[in-house]
C-alpha cells in the first residue's frame, strides 16, 4: 500500500510525514516523527496517555489518523516548555509532587494545557470532571488535582 | 507528627531529581527504545482457555512477507521443575518457561503460544494468522472452589497435592496451616461468635505502561535487553534461566518504567525477543498492547476466604479461625503464605487456627500486586473485626486497640515484634477530625486496618565524587515512585552537602552492584540503608583525605557541614568537599565509595483507613466523599512521596472495593479487556485523599525507615464495605461492590 503524503504543523514546525492510511497520529508521532513524549496506555481512547492538541482541541492521538493531521496545527508534551523553561503546569506538577512513575504525566500536563485555556479559574470539581478521561494509577490524583488548581491560581496571576 | 529538628534534607521535601524529564516527554520508558534495523514481534495467543497443543505449523508464517522467524517453545530448552528466588515470591522456572511460550498445553486464554519477528509490527501481526495450530479442547474450571473438587478438569497432569495423594492429581498445589493454642476452648469461652465467607474476585493492577522491550544478540553472543521493569537483576536471571544462557552474558538496562505495582517483577517477552534477535541477528522490539496485558500477564488472585472469630463480652479477641483459598491462574504460587501470615497479624489472639490453599485455574498466572495476598485476607478479617465491635457495642477503632498487636507480641507468623506503630496509627486515626465528623442521609463510615511485613533483601550502592565535589550515586534499584530523591536525600544528608550537588541514578546490570527488585517495599528501605553505609564510607574516606593534607591523625578529622575539620587544631582551616575532590589526585586519587548488604529488620508497616461514601439506594452506586490513611513510616524520608504511596494505595484499594473484577463467560474468555470496562478509578470518582504520617522510627534502620508502599492497599477492602453497610443498612462479604450487586444486597433486605 503507497504511503500518503501529510503537510502539518506540531508544536509550530512545518512538518512534512508519509503515513499508511490506517496509521494512527500516536504512531506517527511515535514511530515516524519521534515525538516519544506521546505515550500509549491502552490504544483505544480509554486512559488519555497520548493525550494532544489538535487545532485547539483535546484529542486521544491513538483516535486520530495520522492523515487527518494534514493542514492541522498539533501541540504535543514537547512543545509546552518554552525551551528549557517549564509552563507553570510542568512547575506545579513537580513542586506539588504530582507524578509517581510519571507514564500518565505528559497526557495529564497536555488535557491540564486545554483545560485551562477553556477555564482559567476550574473548581475543583471541573477540574475532576474534565481530566476523567486520563488515568493515573499511582497517585489517586490528589495531588495531581492539587498541582492543576495551583498552577491555574499561578497563570491567573492570583497565587 | 513529623520531626525535622535534627536533620537539614531528610524530611524536606525537594524537587524529584527525574521530574524535569518526566514533566516534557523527554523520560524514556519501556516502549520508547529503538535500534537501527529493529525487527517488531508479535505473539500468537492461545484462542481457549484449556487444551492440547496437537501440532504447530509454521511454515507459512516463516515464509511471509517481511518476517524474518518464528519462535514456540521447541527453541527453548526443556526445563525441569526447579523453584528459585523472584523478588519477593518464589519461582519455578519450568512453569515460567511454560507461561512465556506454552509447551504441550494451553492453559488459559491468551496464553502465548508462538512468536514472529518481522520488519513491522502490521507485517508481524499478519503473519501470526498463517501460523496453523490444532488443539483439542479440554473442560475448562474457572473458580477456585471448582477447581478443589473430586473430580475438576486438572490443569498439571504432574502435579500432587504435598501430604495429599500420590497416584491422583490436583489443582490444589499447596497447603498451609498456621496454629496456636486450642481453638475449640478458645471457642468455647467466647461468649460472641461470628462466621462468615468472603470473596473477592481476580483484579489487575492496571499499570498504565504495557509491558515492552527491545533485545539485541551480539554475534559473540552477549545480549542486551532494554525494558521496563521492578528489578533489572530479576530478568536477568529469568531470561538466562529459561534460554539456558549464563547472566554474565546478558546485561538488562532499565528504561523509566510506567507503573509496576507488584507485576513486573517477572517476564513475558525479553526471552522471547532475545531468542528473537539471536535467530535473526537484528535487535527486536516487542511492546504489549492493552488487550494482551489484561488477557495475559498477571493480576492477582481470586479469593474465597471463611473466618470464624470468637471473642469475650469485655472486647478481647479468644479464637480465630481461617480458611485461606487463592486462586493462582495457571501455575501454582498464588500469595496463599502471606495472607495466612498477615490475616490474624494485627492482633493477639490466644487460639487460632490458618489454614491456606494455593489453587492452579484457568487463568493466567498471577503476579505480585502490591501486599500479596494481604489485601483481601484484611478484608475477610476486617470486616468480622468491625461487626464485632458493632455486637459488642464498642467503637470499631476502641475494639482494636484492646487487641492490638505491641512490641513484644508475637505476631501470629512466628516472630516477636520489635518496636511497631499499630496503636499509635489506631490511635492517631482515633483523634483525627474525620473521625467525627457528622454524616448525612445514605451516607455511612466504616474503617479498616491493615498490615504488611515489608522486606529486607540485597542491596548496593555507589557514589563517585565529581573534581568539583558534586557527586553521582549508582544504585540499581528500578525507581518507581520516587525511590531517587530519597537517594539523595539520604546522601545530602550524610555528606552534609546540598540536594542540588546529588545526581541519583539507576543503572543497569552491568554498572550498577547487584540490587533484588523493587517490591516488598524495600527500596528506600534497603537499597537507601547502602547508599547510607557508603556515604559514611566516603566520609571516612574524605576525613583520611584531609587527614593527609593536615599531616594530622584522622581520628582528630571529623566532618562537617560538608567539610572536613580539625577542632583541636586551630589552625587548620576547613576542608571543604569540593576542595578535597579538587585535590583528590594528590592524596590517593578519584573518591568513590560503595556498599552493599543483606538489609535485616525491615520494619512492619501499619496503616488505618477510614473511608466515608454515600449511597444511592435507587442506583445502588456508591461514591466515597470522605477518605483519610493514616499510616506508620518509621520516618518520611520524602514525606510527598509517602503521602502519594498512602494515597494511591489507598484508592486502587478503593477500586477493588467498588468496581474492579475480570469478567470471565463460562468458556474462560476474558469479556471487560480494555480500560472502558476494566473500571478503574478516574478523577471524578474520588475526593482528596488526606493523609498522615505516623512516625515510630524503625530502630533496624539508620533513619528509622519502613517500607511504606504497600500497606496502603491492605486497609481499604474493609473500610469500603464497611462505610456501605452503615450507608445502606447491608452486610458486604463479596467485591466488587458494584451497583448492581449492591442493589440487589438493598431490594434483598
Redesign the interface.
Known sequence: MSKTHVTTTINGDAVEYLC?VDQSLLDVL?DTL???????????G??G?CSVSLDGRLVCSCLVLGVEAEGKQIE???G??NGTE?HPI?QK?????A????????GF?VATKALLEKNPDPT??E???Y????????????????AVLDAAAEMRGAA | MSTNKDYKWIGTRPIRPDGADKVTGRAAFGADKNLPGMLHAKILRSPFAHAKILSIDTSAAESASGVLAVMTSADMPDLASEMGEAGESAVDFRDLSHNILASGKVLYHGHAVAAVAATSAKLALAALKLIKVEYEELPVVLEIEDAMADDAPILHEDQFTPGGSKDKPSNVAAKMKLPRGDIDKGFAEADIIIEREFTTPTVHQGYIEPHAVTASMSASGHADIWCCTQGTFVVRAMTAKVLGMDVGKIKVTPSEIGGGFGAKTTVYLEPIAVKLSEKTGRPVKMVMDREEVLRATGPTSASVIKIKLGATNDGKLIAAQGSLKYGAGAFKGSPMAPGCMCVFASYEIPNFLIRGFDVVLNKPKVAAYRAPGAPMAAFAMESLMNEMATKLNLDPIEFRLKNAVKEGSVAAYGPKFPVIGFVETLEAAKAHPHYSAPLGKNQGRGVGTGFWFNIGMQSSATINVNESGSVTVITGSADIGGSRASMALFVAEELDISYDLITPLVSNTEEAGYCDVTGGSRTTFATGMAVVKASKNLVANMRKRAAKTWGIDIDDVTWEDGAAIAPAAADKQPLTMAQIATSAAKTGGPLTASASLTAQGAGAGFGVHICDVEVDPETGKTDVIRYTAIQDAGKAIHPSYVEGQYQGGAVQGIGWALNEEYVYNDKGVLQNFGFLDYRMPVANDLPMIDTVIVEVPNPSHPYGVRGVGETPIVPPLAAVAEAVNNAAGVRICHLPISPPRLLAEIDAK
Open positions: 499508511e511515535r519521534e515525538l516519544t513524549g506521546t505515550k500509549e496506555g491502552c490504544a483505544t480509554d486512559c496517555a504535543t508534551i514537547e509546552v516548555a517549564l510542568q506538577f513537580l513542586e506539588n509532587a507524578l509517581q512513575c510519571g507514564i500518565c504525566t505528559p500536563i475543583e470539581e477540574a475532576r470532571y481530566l476523567a478521561g486520563n488515568l493515573c494509577r499511582c497517585t489517586g490524583y490528589d495531588k495531581i488535582i492539587r
